[in-house]
């Protein structure tokens, strides 16, 4: 299985909301990702995870709270988020950090 | 940032003909590697070569590095409409991070 799964693919969601992205993978990989993307941009990083601990925050606001359960899920709580937060949500993981790594679909957020 | 650019920006091309995207980027790597990302959707893993290889080959694909020159290219030969698609290539930055560079979007026409 060399798939990683993303759930919701779409949520819309109000400013006073809270909402979780979840994210899975049965690769065995110890890194996870989260990365940002907007329209006609590359992927911008957010938060690593390595052997299930918080290695990288890129200074993300605290509107985005990361979670890894275990070595296989990865979940990304989202509170009171803005407009200018609308973008495609992607996770991704890794054998190793900064090596070959397997997306999933992404989650296509829009806040209203 | 280590963030790389792409060129072009933006590429259109025949069914058939080969296409090429440069990136470049600013400091030194142990390697490099190029994505694929259809409309919307999640990256796709392409080719990654290391700093002490030259040329790289998969498929249809063909990947140089210049570590003198800090620059890589791809290369799509006898390119097919489903090669329609962003093209980004990743450099590491640290031990953890991989930065994405600014893409190529890629057009083939039937």
């Known amino acids: 299985d060399t798939e990683v799964t993303q759930t919701p693919k779409h949520l819309v969601m109000g400013m006073t909301n809270k909402k979780s992205l979840k994210c899975e993978q049965h690769m065995g990989h110890r890194a996870m990702y989260w990365y940002k993307q907007k329209a006609k941009k590359p992927p911008e990083l957010m938060f690593v995870?390595?052997?299930?601990?918080?290695?990288i925050n890129e200074s993300v606001p605290s509107r985005f709270s990361p979670e890894c359960p275990n070595s296989s899920l990865l979940n990304l709580h989202l509170h009171a988020l803005q407009p200018e937060d609308s973008a495609l949500y992607l996770c991704?993981?890794?054998?190793?950090?900064?090596?070959?790594?397997?997306f999933g679909q992404g989650t296509r957020l829009t806040v209203v | 940032s280590q963030q790389g650019e792409e060129d072009p920006q933006a590429l259109s091309i025949q069914e058939g003909e080969n296409a090429t995207m440069n990136c470049s980027y600013k400091?030194?790597?142990?390697?490099l590697q190029w994505y694929r990302q259809n409309s919307g959707r999640g990256l796709v893993h392409l080719i990654l070569?290391?700093?002490?290889?030259r040329e790289k080959h998969s498929g249809r694909l063909r990947v140089t590095l210049d570590t003198s020159k800090k620059s890589s290219s791809l290369l799509i030969t006898a390119s097919r409409a489903a090669d329609t698609a962003s093209y980004f290539c990743a450099t590491p930055e640290g031990y953890q991070k991989v930065t994405f560079g600014t893409g190529t979007k890629l057009q083939v026409i039937p």
């Open positions: 995870y390595s052997y299930e601990k918080l290695s």
């Open positions: 991704a993981s890794s054998q190793f950090s900064s090596s070959e790594a397997f």
């Open positions: 070569i290391r700093s002490n290889e």
């Open positions: 400091t030194s790597i142990n390697n």
